[in-house]
């Protein structure tokens, strides 16, 4: 059998059991409720970046591609700029950059764990934290019950009792991609600092992807707006979502990235990032420090809560999630592409997030929320999700109007 043969077999396999996953094209006339452009910036919702953007273009040099790797060719004044700039907006001692956040996860956590070392996981963090521990040295690594603080402490009793004087990286999200819920950080810290109470061997790292540009104070992160960055070790704040650009930053001490820029082989081994990318961050987060994107995080929120209070569903069950990430949970692939396919055939671009990419019987249609979405199309996505479960209409439009 060839490899054309066995490789043909495993995607039929897919077929049949309705897993297979497909690349499409969305109608441009569609309304996105799907992408997680959060402030709009993608569509100009601020008219300024696009402007400062193209300005920004025209002052850099020539060369719009990097050329090289960072420890090549690639490095530049302007990146380094760039970093100290990040940094000092994160109240960071320092920032790298990587060419995204997939790269940026798998560099930390590959090299991280020294030989014997722990990592103690949620259970639903994201699949490039799971491809670095699969490659690093770690000894060991445990899942605790999602933002569940006392599963975590029990995970953490029995780490501390069968691999002592060992690091312990804890591995959380501030914000999950998924189902949208804020990690309960401040109980977290609470519990590290009672077994490391001179912060000895406890090392917190926080995946900031889908805070950066929504919450804190300019759009910082919800570490930054829980007052938390010193009880970190890194964060990652990614460019890609939010921000409109692509890449990523870990933040973190200078020696955390000397160690990165020396042993990340995602950093080393690859092409880094063209200028135009750089400029493209550049102008994103000039808009955070200059309160451009206030305004526009308001009303984020505003018609995340407008969702929430309107919706009412006659099955499955809705996300309990404050942030711009919602979902309406069905039992099983199929129900979820009926769901996600009527929307879709009603203008609205939602997507079914099937299993395996979430726990079987989890199951959902995943509803974003953005800065260039009005309160309208709110209205009228809600109206349509009522006329698939057929749910009467009296008690929303009632609901709508508080």
């Not at 491809?131 to 029995?158: I, N, P, W």
């Not at 890609?240 to 995602?266: C, F, H, V």
């Not at 309160?375 to 479960?389: M, R």
Request: hydrophobic share 40%; proline share 4%; net charge neutral.
């Amino acid at each position: 059998m060839t490899i054309e043969t066995q490789l043909e077999t495993l995607l039929n396999r897919r077929r049949r059991i309705a897993k297979i996953r497909r690349l499409v094209v969305n109608p441009p006339e569609a309304i996105d409720f799907s992408s997680n452009d959060f402030l709009g910036l993608s569509h100009n919702t601020v008219g300024l970046f696009r402007t400062n953007y193209l300005a920004e273009l025209e002052r850099l040099p020539s060369l719009l591609g990097s050329t090289g790797s960072r420890l090549l060719d690639g490095n530049s004044a302007y990146c380094e700029d760039l970093e100290r700039q990040i940094a000092q907006f994160h109240c960071s001692p320092s920032a790298l950059i990587f060419n995204s956040g997939f790269d940026a996860n798998v560099s930390l956590f590959s090299t991280l764990p020294q030989r014997g070392d722990v990592v103690v996981y949620d259970a639903l963090i994201h699949a490039s934290v799971h491809e670095g521990m699969r490659m690093s040295r770690a000894g060991k690594c445990v899942s605790f019950r999602h933002s569940d603080v006392h599963d975590f402490e029990r995970v953490l009793r029995d780490v501390r009792e069968t691999c002592p004087g060992k690091n312990v990286f804890v591995a959380v999200e501030s914000v999950y991609s998924m189902d949208g819920d804020i990690a309960p950080l401040c109980e977290l810290v609470a519990i590290m600092r009672k077994y490391w109470p001179n912060r000895e061997n406890g090392y917190l790292i926080i995946d900031e992807a889908h805070s950066t540009g929504v919450y804190g104070e300019h759009g910082r992160g919800i570490v930054s707006q829980l007052n938390l960055e010193s009880e970190t070790f890194a964060r990652l704040h990614t460019f890609g979502k939010a921000l409109a650009s692509n890449g990523a930053a870990i933040l973190g001490s200078e020696t955390l990235r000397q160690y990165l820029i020396n042993y990340a082989r995602p950093l080393i081994y690859s092409t880094f990032m063209s200028f135009s990318s750089l400029a493209s961050i550049k102008c994103a987060y000039e808009l955070l420090e200059k309160g451009e994107m206030i305004p526009v995080q308001k009303h984020v929120h505003r018609i995340t809560q407008r969702f929430r209070n309107k919706i009412q569903l006659s099955s499955g069950t809705l996300l309990p999630s404050s942030s711009p990430i919602q979902g309406i949970v069905l039992n099983g692939n199929e129900p979820v592409r009926a769901l996600a396919g009527y929307l879709n055939s009603k203008g609205f671009i939602v997507k079914p997030i099937c299993s395996p990419t979430v726990p079987i019987g989890q199951e959902r249609v995943r509803i974003c929320l953005h800065g260039h979405n009005t309160i309208e199309q709110v209205d009228n996505l809600v109206d349509e999700i009522h006329a698939f479960f057929q749910v009467e209409q009296s008690n929303s439009t009632l609901l709508a109007k508080l």
